[in-house]
């Protein structure tokens, strides 16, 4: 009996990310993963340049994470709806900030262009885990019962360790993937993600449970 090799990812390259402007035109982004409904996004990933200072898009409903990939950096403002005033100084490769959609947030450059990764989900229904990895890290993605998705994006050229285990732990299956930066593995099965060398960022996204249903949102394919 000959067994097929199971494969526990999906490699997308920069070609098969969707093209999309910026909902105020300032800009425009590349789409990696996203899934909508009648009542609009449920998540999204995707990947973008900021090469002026402006202020972002109103995405109200959406609770944002954003991580610095590339260039000198940006100082982001944000005047939430309460009346507060937050900043995030991402100055350094792979940092990131997370806020409210509906902030009215204004970017301003350090030293010329950045490249960024944008993480969106839907306030209340869906939440997203978002971890920077660099060699010798890992991070356990689409664990959970009601996960909807699972992705790393390489920053750099990368190369990570991925496997799956049994009901006890035991692993099944090791497979060592060489990601290009810029890159995209989409994980179809329950994995741990080793990065070996490069860098890069880890995005886990699931359905939470209604609060007075006990039901959790899941998005149907």
Not at 38 to 63: K, M, P, T, W
Not at 109 to 129: C, F, H, K, T
Not at 135 to 164: C, M, R
Request: glycine share 8%; with cysteine.
């Amino acid at each position: 009996m000959i067994c097929e090799p199971v494969s526990l990812y999906r490699l997308l390259t920069p070609s098969d990310y969707v093209r999309m402007p910026w909902k105020n035109g300032l800009g425009e982004t590349l789409e990696i993963a996203v899934k909508s409904d009648h009542l609009g996004i449920a998540y999204r990933v995707s990947q973008a340049a900021v090469v002026n200072d402006g202020e972002f898009s109103d995405f109200s409903g959406l609770q944002r994470t954003l991580v610095l990939l590339g260039g000198k950096g940006m100082k982001l403002t944000h005047s939430t709806e309460r009346g507060y005033q937050v900043v995030h100084e991402l100055y350094t490769p792979l940092a990131v900030a997370r806020f409210s959609g509906s902030d009215k947030t204004y970017a301003t450059l350090v030293d010329g262009p950045i490249a960024d990764l944008n993480i969106m989900v839907r306030e209340g229904q869906v939440s997203a885990s978002v971890e920077p990895l660099c060699p010798a890290a890992s991070v356990k993605l689409h664990q959970h019962t009601h996960a909807l998705y699972a992705g790393f994006f390489a920053s750099s050229d990368s190369e990570v360790l991925i496997q799956d285990a049994d009901s006890k732990g035991i692993p099944l299956h090791v497979q060592r993937v060489q990601v290009p930066s810029g890159h995209t593995l989409e994980f179809t099965a329950a994995v741990k993600v080793s990065v070996v060398t490069g860098f890069g960022v880890a995005v886990d996204i699931r359905g939470n449970s209604e609060p007075n249903h006990g039901r959790y949102f899941n998005y149907s394919y």
